[in-house]
């Protein structure tokens, strides 16, 4: 069930998200009113239609038959229902065929959706993406073929970037793409780990393909972007087939397919060469979408935690006379409090984030789009890993009330525990985001940026800290490894900072003991670990142990 | 494959281990060479056995038919294997059809099989216990009947306490003995979580089941301990039948059963309403095998990681020229030596631990029992807690280490995260391993045993700090739940003091590079945990918030 009260305190009330979208041409009209009235008729869809479809996805799963792959029952009808009634397009232009909403509801509504079933949210979870990719570089005649469509949903999309030796490192891609008398490419090779590569969900599907042309230099710089239908303009089939789809851990409801092109037919997206480009345009809107599946993966798992807690009885709490609730025992209190904090602070964060992503891309002050563009270049990465370890790490933490129970699949949390594992390390690991936030972004302006952000965060010793050691961090080291030992801790101590500030956000808005029970939450036990992670980097910057 | 070399120089080497059993009088004869070609051959069977059918077990699991249960294919030939080379009778009394060797030896097999084919190991694994527990409390007839059954493995054990409205919480178990005019009791009720409760493995099962007298007082003071056999003497079959088996996370090559006993003939063990008593008796046995389990697993999933980091080339480590092994990157190498710290060291206490129930049962010196008997029930929750909590985080962490590889099953390593997580729950969950340590113990005797036994670990401002904060805790306290709220982290604090302890015993035994990087490891990323514990128990002393 979609946390809707919760989600609207903090949008409304601690946000004041309609003020600042409204203050942005596309979303002038947008009021509370209609964003309210659009997440309302979200929470019924995706509980209604996506929901109950979640324990099915997992115990049938996506069957493989000869280049076919079948779905599980029901998930071809809900698709269906769903890209009709205009979910996929909430947030693409409304000359595309969208709705033209602010991106933050269709945050919102993916956090739902993969709360409610992350492994059915995984098909449409990647159009969006697709379609910035399309409009920004694709050429008219390939727009006017397939913007709408995907825009839409009506055909769905892949990104066809892994090989089985080129995972992290995509400038390892061997595919190829050979230019054919008619302007088309011939696309040759072999992807892996393509997240609905085939299936029987629409009448089409758009695969965007990583590949090198004949005469390309070596490594990530090698690379161009190809466009290749399943089928063709003229309703042919084209060269492009599954070979397999995976056993996993998890998120049995989408496949993960092995893919082929033999001679496929693809159009180029995009400039020779500059495929990496053209995918980093929607790279920030992508890893806010997994750090938000996070969020709606740890609410999933609280809710069944929290519900179970408050009907099972097992011993006497300390002071009782009977046996208790075990929501009475501190144990049980403090895993869920805790995951409460996380909840409750991330999606301030989430959602600011993704309000800066409209900021930067609409805003008419150029000072403000690039404050914003700061933002989410610095804060995406954050929210991308910390809320995908402690969709996992919170989520086995929710299991653990169940006692026994959660280790039974019936009650369906060890599902929540499988599905979110995947979560820390597709689009890009949890390590490589820590890297990406210290390294290649932090280390690289000297840390300008990062320290700008974080003197807007409220004033604290931690804070100061903060900036203390990267500022240590950015200056002239003997040790050209020492940022790689220590970008996890940065990056878990940026994420508490934040947190910390957001927790002083909604503090400041509300004293009810709803949000007053997780705030001291955070403190007590959330919080303690920034001051782990900057005595790991001090020792570290200090010269201490080192293991390479 | 087992890890032979590491295990002998932490027995031999740093633990002294055969000069510690040979001073006891039942192992005065059994030497090191003699301990190590016992170690030689489990592993030998272990890799040539069990550990080949561990993804057999998983894929195709358990099968319920009709009240019987079918193993996975293969099972019952390694069972039958094991049993009849006399494994499970490994620390069996000679006089009982055991060979009378130190438990640490079984200790360590137990580790080998656990990491081999946890599935597999369930149903050896009560055995043990189920041996001791009948050979202190069965009457002459009863052992007579089954003890040498139960030492040798010909028949495997069952122990059923959990019901459906009664799992941490035994003393709401509701099933019924009512005696019966030849001596015997007709059982009734409904057991849930029963591992191994019907299967093909053996011709016999042994079931230990609680139960309440008519005239029992309510609690856990009126409950009695039951022999109830599958099959009779008279060579019939029990009323004792299996419903159902669950569909679990994982492990599902060990079957979780229902069992229902209607009017089931069974044999009081031990005195009426001192059930629990009887079971007690084989609690810190049971508890540090499932911590040894933890070991087995982590270093299981270690080897896969480490393998394949060995293998495996993406992107170019700081100051490479070409595509690194993976295991050349920082965040690679972190994630293997910090599980290689917490396995080194925990086998350190593990192995110690084991020796020490022996020293505890066996020693001539009655102050040397009790030191012994001490550190057993001090330590044993805290191996129990930290070292499956670290079998699953860990075996989490190694997963990554695989990237998108590590949540396909194919690879081996995601199963390693779904078997292990059950044991975080089982004999005890990890929260009430917690309460055991502090509240149960720790401040049963004003802190005394606790302070003593860290008395004995190396002098460092931690162990002082530790000490400091323990005699806080048994210090008269305005809030009496204030015990149940730091449980958790006086227990991680306690863990990471001892295996401190543990890695200067390693780092004086030896400086080879080989343990050298693990104790850097745990001093860089491990034990800096400890003062963040620390920093919350002493807010929450402070009186610092409270969620309560």
Known sequence: MAALDDITFILNDVLQAPATWQALPPFADTDADLALQVLEEAGKFVASVVAPLQRIGDTVGCRFDAGQVITPPGFKAAYQAFWQAGWPSLSCAVEDGGQGLPAVLEGVLFEMLAGANHGWTMAPGLLHGAYECLKHHGSDALKARYLEKIATGEWLATMCLTEAHAGSDLGLVRTKGTPQADGSYAVNGSKTFISGGEHDLTDNIVHLVLARLPDAPAGPKGLSLFLVPKIMPNGARNAVVCERIEEKMGLHGSPTCVMRFDDATGWLVGEANKGLNAMFVMMNAARLHVGLQGLGLLEAAWQKASAYAAERRQMRAPGARETSLIADHPAIQRI????????????????????????????????????????????????????????FSGASACLQVFGGHGYISEWG??????????????????????????????????????????????????????????????????DPALPYWVADDYLRAVALLLLDGAWAQISATSTAPRWHSPAQAFQTWVLPEFDMRLAIIRQRLAGGPNNA
Chains 1, 2 share one sequence.
């Open 336 to 391: 869920l409090a805790t995951q409460r904090a996380w909840i409750d602070g991330g999606r301030v964060l989430a959602y600011h984030t993704a309000l800066q992503l409209d900021v930067a891309k609409h805003s008419t002050d150029a000072a403000q789009r690039a404050t914003a563009q700061r933002w989410c270049a610095l804060v995406t990465p954050v929210l991308k890993a910390a809320f995908t370890d402690q969709a």
């Open 413 to 478: 949390i060890e599902q929540i525990v499988r599905d979110s594992r995947v979560a820390m390390i597709y689009e890009g690991t949890n390590e490589i985001q820590a890297i990406d936030l210290l390294v290649r972004k932090v280390l690289a302006d000297g840390g300008t940026g990062m320290c700008a952000l974080l003197a807007e965060q409220p004033a604290s010793a931690r804070r100061d800290a903060l900036v203390e050691v990267t500022q240590a961090l950015v200056s002239p080291n003997s």
